[in-house]
């Protein structure tokens, strides 16, 4: 049986390792371009360019 401090420590390493895949994933080129062409693809066409460009900068922060 597991004590509860192991477990608590099996479970900080599982994020710990989920947060630094995630980073890695997420600060990839190509997963910034498929989410933008996702966000801009749900965008009507009459959408501000101000507004355009803060959801651009927010994507790529």
């Given amino acids: 049986m597991l004590s509860g401090a192991l477990v608590a420590l ?3 390493a599982v994020f710990v390792v989920f947060r ?3 980073w890695r994933n997420l600060s990839s080129p ?5 989410f933008l062409f996702i966000f801009f693809g749900t ?3 009459g ?5 355009l460009d803060l ?3 927010a994507i790529f922060m």
């Fill in 43 to 45: 965008l009507q066409t």
């Fill in 10 to 12: 099996l479970c900080l």
């Fill in 20 to 22: 630094l895949g995630l």
């Fill in 55 to 57: 959801l651009r900068s």
């Fill in 47 to 51: 959408t501000f360019y101000w507004a």
């Fill in 30 to 34: 190509k997963a910034s371009v498929m």
